[in-house]
């Protein structure tokens, strides 16, 4: 692999936030602040494939 996340290591909107979640303290390569949520993290790559899907979810726990 090029050292960038697979679809497979990253999911938008759900627990798994892609490799390197662990670290919150600052994003690491393929990472990005996570819209709407402080101080997490998300996969960029995932964020940017699907972000009406993101956004869908981020809404929907809202309302929980």
Known sequence: M???ESKSDAK???ANTGK???TLSGSGDGMMA???KK???ISREAFESNPK???T???AQAHL
Do not use: T
Request: proline share 5%; glycine share 28%.
């Open 2 to 4: 090029s050292g960038k």
């Open 12 to 14: 938008v909107g759900g």
């Open 20 to 22: 390197g979640s662990a």
């Open 34 to 36: 996570a819209p709407g």
């Open 39 to 41: 101080d997490e993290y």
């Open 53 to 55: 899907g993101y956004f």
């Open 57 to 59: 979810d981020l809404h």
